[in-house]
């Protein structure tokens, strides 16, 4: 009530202000003629009555300058002339306005785009309901299909625990799962003879989306009746692909699509902006429930028979839930591992041997409101180590811009000396150096708000490349305009500390009496140490980004084992284009015939999976007739392919034969094994005709090795790879009903078809598809590229952090070169007088420029004494995030502290050319 | 300079105005002559001190002012106490009571 009533007199003292003014001359006036007839009847005369009542007063003006600085408005009026003196100053001098935007928007931007991708990425919340108290039961991101084994940190479940969990479990309220994996399905409406469209979907619980809470934007979701065995097929379109594949036509909730060939009922539109619970680069936006599963397993025999509904032990289920009022996230983790230990020894009858690990075996409660994200996994040190990066840069950049100020500060000492002598407050100059500052920093914010805006942008292509949908948005969102400005404002306060503490420090008698020549004097000390933290920080900077560049040098370039150039590759998904199990063999062959006959092909194959494509299936073996410990724990990669795979991708055959089409199903199964399975399970002795085998009873022996090839890289250079066996597409194991049986069948998809070509590979990609449609209308490609693609986007998140770190620790050189030549400068300026002397008295111009290099040199030196210990620390720190990359790497460290020198040497050579150049009689005369 | 306000105990002269002002609505020098006499010349109020104070209480709305003709027909500023300046004055007199008893007490103890 007070604050609102003192507010609106205030507002209208401001509007009368005039008025204001003459009231209080009235009063005042009457004030000292009432006090002056009050002394004159003590008997003095009217003129010494006056006198003295005027002298009593001490002042109209200070008497209201009092009454006015006694309220609110007179402060903010002074920080608005604060603030327009601001303006002025920084109108005044463009030039140093300019730079110092510059560098600010430099620094600014950097860090807003870093911290955007982070909020992004590692902050962010599912568009859901109350994200907050959404957990995820399990942890990790590994979608692993690892029958009957033990997870122990467990992240995935088969489809009867999660009933189990569902139905007994007391800790959640709501228990809802979806599937781990999220194939691409061919979808098209039913009736049109149109190519299908490729949509990532995810099967997931009937309680889905009422768990996440989310509303439909047309029609329903799904609901539990519709995850019932035998429930009609439903699925929920998202948004995106609605507009995009469907034209926004929303006649087809209702209508009935095809997916993979199934006639499925369209129920609803999910709300625009959910993608599903996963931060990646395939998101789904399909969704159907986890009953139809079965629908869609490939062959005929295990439809009815094992499902991934049925199969113990088949842990493809992500769940997550909310908790129940009062229950604990580490109450339910008890209750939830409990559960889980006592289900293992009920359900999986487990072995001697595995009954001892059932202790271990563990789920742990997490956070579930920013969803699944193996990307947010993996890019964490990256993104902190970005974010250390940015937040350099600005550091260099506050010190540039403290010394600019300061060195303005100095040429303004009059300036403040004057106002001192004239009544204004110490405070009040400090408030103004500060608005100044306040005032340079948020335009360098809102500049730097752009900046990091078209960085993101460009950012998030690196990141990205390659995937059908970016799923973060570089456009700034609030915690993003909120963070801008925060830093802005941090910025500010930061690099005006120094300035305003030499302004607080004037002293005005001293100040006054001796500044009147213009010459400008001031302790240069402040800035020379500005501009040794700069250069170590810089130093710092250009090592590391020096390190990480060398680390994505080594990735690109290590050995592969396989040829990237001059092979196209082709995505594609049979399971989408309608093909049955029994069908692939022929296709295969039609359309590796075709491939091959086209002019300037050299060979073509399919293959299950490709060399670094973050692929692979992983799988335990056994070897026929030995029983040595240990090799059941081996993982060994799988790989199914056709033919001339081997040649198609330049991987060299060492021994024995490629497959080839007498491989068929009547014959002896064969199996190609690389190097590192020969010489893992073989050691020296040839593998040729040795037999090996799924672990499974009777499956030991199942293949004969016909063939090896040298090892070809399939994981990222930075992991470890395992020995690797090929099967060929032609011969298919016969399982009882179990994971292996479904694996088998799946297996049989080739998802990659590759081309050994003469000239561009790129230039193939038109006839490629053309065959492939002539072949059949559905079979289109989701993706060809060249092989050096596929490469590249394996380094995605590595080159991102190798050019960014390389362009901060540009900056950070340029700013800190920048601050060097401003120093130098400035000193040569103000020691004008000073060389004309030396020079009059003999000093010849080589002489003048030792000196003046000397002085920037040392300072230099000095940034490098602090600096490279520093950075050779750093490099032992980031050691286990780089690729083949010494501990310590001298090559690196010398090429940062001679870029440096020679940046610092150019930074000082022209002021001390300068300074060489003065002409001594004209220098003496302006002293 | 004779009895500066500085004198007073910080805060008073807010109290002492409005004392003063709940006999009749005076001006501004009628208040600090009226303070200086009652005090038998102990408290001294310069305008300096004075003006803001009855800024301040006028901004809350413990005073209000009107202009009049003063008894040598010369236009001037009155100050009227308030109900609420009237509501502060008895709980602020209580208060420096108080005050000033348990002070007694201490300095006697």
Known sequence: ?927 | MPGKSGDLVQGTLEMLILKTLALEPMHGFGISLRIEQTSKGVFHINPGSLFPALNRLERAGRIQAEWHTTENNRRAKYYKLTESGRKALKEETREWGRQIAAIARILEA
């Open chain 1, 1 to 927: 009530m007070g604050v609102l009533k003192s507010f609106l007199s205030g507002l209208r003292a401001l509007r009368n202000k005039e008025q204001r003014s003459r009231e209080m001359d009235e009063e005042l006036r009457g004030f000292v003629e009432a006090s002056a007839e009050e002394k004159m009847r003590t008997g003095m005369s009217y003129d010494e009555a006056l006198r003295k009542a005027k002298v009593e007063m001490g002042g109209v003006e200070s008497v209201k300058q009092k009454v006015r600085s006694s309220t609110w408005e007179s402060l903010a009026e002074s920080v608005w002339q604060d603030i327009r003196y601001g303006v002025r100053q920084l109108v005044h001098s463009p030039g140093f306005s300019l730079v110092a935007l510059i560098t600010l928007a430099l620094g600014i931007g950097a860090n807003t785009a870093i911290f955007t991708l982070v909020h992004g990425v590692l902050l962010k919340q599912l568009p859901i309901a109350d994200p907050a108290h959404l957990y995820r039961i399990g942890e990790g991101e590994n979608y692993c299909c690892d029958w009957g084994g033990f997870e122990d940190d467990w992240g995935t479940f088969e489809y009867p625990f999660y009933e189990h969990l569902r139905d007994t479990g007391t800790a959640f309220r709501e228990v809802a799962a979806f599937s781990g994996s999220t194939p691409s399905f061919g979808v098209r409406r039913a009736g049109e003879k149109s190519a299908a469209q490729n949509v990532i979907g995810e099967l997931v619980s009937g309680n889905y989306f009422d768990t996440l809470e989310l509303r439909p934007f047309a029609g329903r979701l799904i609901a539990a009746a519709d995850d019932q065995h035998n429930a009609a097929p439903v699925a929920v379109l998202g948004y995106r692909t609605w507009v995009e594949d469907f034209a926004g036509d929303q006649t087809i909730v209702g209508s009935t699509v095809l997916v993979n060939d199934l006639p499925i009922a369209v129920i609803g539109i999910a709300p625009p902006g959910f993608h599903g619970d996963r931060l990646a680069a395939t998101q789904p936006e399909l969704w159907m429930p986890l009953n139809i599963q079965p629908q869609f397993e490939t062959s005929g025999q295990s439809r009815a028979q094992s499902t991934l509904l049925n199969t113990p032990g088949d842990a493809w289920l992500y769940l997550i839930g909310r908790l129940n009022a009062g229950v604990t996230p580490k109450q339910a983790e008890a209750a939830v591992t409990s559960d889980l230990q006592h289900w293992l020894i009920e359900h999986r009858h487990p072995s001697a041997a595995d009954l001892a690990l059932i202790p271990r075996q563990h789920v742990r409660i997490t956070a579930g409101g920013n969803g699944i994200s193996p990307f947010r996994s993996n890019s964490r040190t990256g993104l902190n180590l970005l974010s250390a990066a940015s937040a350099l840069v600005l550091l260099v950049a506050c010190a540039n811009l403290a010394n600019l100020l300061l060195a303005r500060s100095a040429s303004r000492r009059r300036q403040t000396a004057l106002r001192l002598s004239l009544g204004a407050t110490r405070a009040r100059i400090v408030r103004a150096v500060l608005t100044e500052s306040l005032l340079l920093s948020l335009l360098g914010g809102a500049a730097g708000l752009t900046l990091a805006f078209a960085g993101t942008k460009g950012i998030l292509l690196i990141v990205f490349r390659g995937a059908a949908q970016v799923p973060v948005s570089a456009t700034p969102s609030l915690p993003v305009l909120v963070f801008a400005l925060l830093i802005s404002m941090l910025t500010g306060a930061i690099f005006a500390t120094v300035p305003a503490w030499t302004a607080a420090h004037t002293d005005p008698q001293e100040e006054l009496r001796t500044a009147n020549t213009g010459a400008v004097s001031l302790n240069p000390r402040t800035q020379k140490i500005l501009v040794v933290i700069q250069v170590a920080l810089s130093v710092v900077l250009l090592a590391v980004g020096g390190l990480v560049t060398e680390s994505l040098s080594n990735l690109e370039s290590a050995n592969f084992g396989f040829e990237t150039h001059g092979r196209l590759l082709a995505l594609i998904n049979f399971r989408s284009a309608g093909f049955r199990p029994e069908q692939l063999p022929t296709v295969y062959r039609q359309i590796q015939d075709r491939l091959e006959a086209m002019p300037g092909v050299r060979s073509a194959a399919l293959a299950m999976n490709s060399p670094q494509a973050s692929c692979c299936a992983t799988i335990d073996i056994a070897i026929d007739g030995r029983q040595d410990k240990g090799i059941g724990d081996i993982d060994t990669l799988f790989e199914r392919v056709s033919p001339h795979y081997f040649a198609t991708l330049g991987i060299p055959l060492l021994a024995g034969r490629d497959f080839t089409v007498n491989d068929a199903q009547d014959a002896p199964q064969v199996a190609i094994v690389d190097e590192t399975f020969a010489r893992t399970f073989f050691h020296d002795k040839s593998p040729l005709g040795k037999r090996f085998g799924m672990t499974l009873a009777e499956h030991a022996g199942d293949y004969t090795i016909v063939g090896v090839v040298g090892t070809a890289k399939y994981r990222s250079p930075a992991t470890p790879q395992g020995p690797a066996f090929f099967l060929p597409f032609t011969q298919t194991t016969r399982y009882a009903p179990t994971g292996y049986q479904r694996f088998e069948a799946g297996s049989h998809f080739a998802q990659v078809i590759a081309l050994n070509v003469t000239g561009v590979p790129e230039s193939y990609e038109k006839a490629l598809r053309s065959v492939l449609a002539d072949i059949d209308p559905n079979l289109a490609p989701t993706r060809v590229m060249a092989y050096t693609e596929q490469v590249a986007i394996q380094f995605n998140q590595q080159r991102l952090i190798a050019r960014l770190t390389a362009l901060f620790s540009v900056l950070a050189l340029l700013l800190a070169s920048v601050g060097l030549y401003g120093v130098t400068a400035h000193n040569v300026a103000r020691r004008t007088g000073e060389i004309g002397l030396r020079m009059a008295l003999g000093a010849d111009r080589a002489k003048v420029l030792r000196m003046v290099l000397r002085g920037a040199l040392a300072q230099m030196a000095m940034g490098l004494a602090i600096g490279a210990p520093l950075a050779v620390l750093c490099g032992r720190w980031l050691a286990h995030l780089l690729y083949d990359v010494r501990r310590f790497d001298p090559f690196v460290l010398c090429t940062a502290v001679v870029t440096l020198c020679t940046s610092a040497v150019l930074a000082a050579l022209v002021p001390a050319r300068r300074a060489a150049s003065i002409e001594p009689m004209e220098a003496l005369r302006t002293e």
